[in-house]
């Protein structure tokens, strides 16, 4: 496999050129860190017996729902592939410092978070990181409902067949057994996670016809397709954690009724116990400094709800076959269990 960078975000810059502006040197290095973190990698994906195809929505998602999940996989030598769908262009920002990153600012935020990103896969030891159809071809689209769902480019508004064929080459070039992606409300009802979900969905099922788009390689199918979830049990053990904790930063909910992301226990048939590289989460998480706060054992995104960090990570098996490695509870403890 030849894994090569995205195309440079920045600019290059000759010895006549006009100076950088602070904007410009945030982009340019962003994108020279993501350079540096993707070096070419001469190997057939076929190489390696495990290979793990995850696709998100923005920087940040991969971490919060996925991140030991990722971090432990990449420990054990599988192929790990995270491909995210947009740069997170209108997240809000938590550090005053950069507040003028914004997009009601000055802008410039999602070429920041390029930098964030590749930050949290060094830490999480995910060497193959690719944005769909590059960086930049799609735009956050922001919160449903907001106008900027409605802006020309932005991820919301794109062709499904447009959008999954870029994944399909990257399915077809990885040829992974196992993708793990949202469920059809994008877990909370971003618009840009509900996307993600219907391309991934869509690029798996065009992927193994071999009649589709053959320019983009040869036909391969997905063994096992997991959606993230987070038990509704383990989120209000959270809830009950953080208030008896007397943590002040964040606020905390009575309950898991209260938030949107929660699945009933008996959906969720896959646990994954990444609990050895809760460092590596933590770090990541931390890296992803203008989306997380972090205090102790728990976090909070912009809105200031408390959740505590999971070193278990949860997921609903929707295609393929269970495997017969099994938890105390029953469920699934290896997202490869079963492939052959």
């Not at 990181?129 to 449903?144: C, Q, T």
């Not at 193994?208 to 320019?215: E, F, I, M």
């Not at 053990?237 to 929660?262: H, K, M, T, Y």
């Not at 009933?264 to 400094?289: I, N, Q, S, W, Y």
């Amino acid at each position: 496999m030849t894994t090569t960078p995205d195309p440079p975000l920045g600019g290059n810059v000759g010895p006549s050129a006009e100076p950088l502006t602070a904007e410009q040197e945030v982009l340019d290095e962003a994108a020279q860190v993501m350079e540096d973190l993707e070096p070419i990698v001469d190997m057939d994906p076929l190489d390696n017996p495990r290979r793990l195809l995850l696709v998100h929505a923005h920087p940040d998602d991969e971490t919060i729902g996925t991140g030991v999940t990722m971090a432990s996989y990449a420990a054990q030598g599988a192929l790990v592939t995270l491909v995210t769908c947009t740069l997170g262009e209108e997240g809000e920002v938590l550090v005053p410092e950069l507040a003028h990153l914004a997009a009601d600012r000055d802008g410039g935020l999602g070429e920041h978070r390029v930098g964030e990103l590749a930050a949290a896969c060094e830490a999480l030891g995910v060497k193959d990181h690719r944005f769909l159809g590059g960086a930049g071809r799609y735009v956050d689209s922001g919160m449903m409902g907001l106008p900027s769902n409605a802006r020309p480019g932005c991820f919301w508004q794109a062709d499904l067949d447009e959008a999954a064929a870029h994944l399909v080459a990257v399915i077809r070039e990885v040829r992974p057994q196992v993708v793990v992606t949202y469920d059809e409300n994008g877990g909370y009802g971003h618009p840009d996670h509900i996307q993600a979900h219907r391309v991934a969905m869509r690029g798996i099922e065009v992927a193994r016809d071999g009649s589709w788009r053959p320019d983009l390689g040869e036909a391969w199918s997905v063994a096992k397709v997991y959606w993230t979830a987070v038990p509704r049990s383990v989120l209000q053990a959270g809830i009950d954690a953080l208030r008896e904790s007397g943590q002040e930063n964040f606020f905390a909910v009575e309950s898991a009724d209260e938030l949107p992301f929660g699945v009933p226990d008996a959906e969720v048939t896959t646990a994954v116990d990444g609990a050895l590289h809760m460092e590596a989460k933590v770090a990541a998480m931390r890296a992803h400094a203008t989306q997380i706060s972090l205090d102790g054992p728990f976090f909070a995104l912009s809105n200031m709800v408390g959740h505590e960090i999971m070193g278990m990570e949860y997921y609903r098996l929707v295609s393929g076959e269970p495997g017969e490695q099994r938890d105390l509870d029953g469920r699934e403890s290896d997202l490869f269990s079963g492939v052959g």
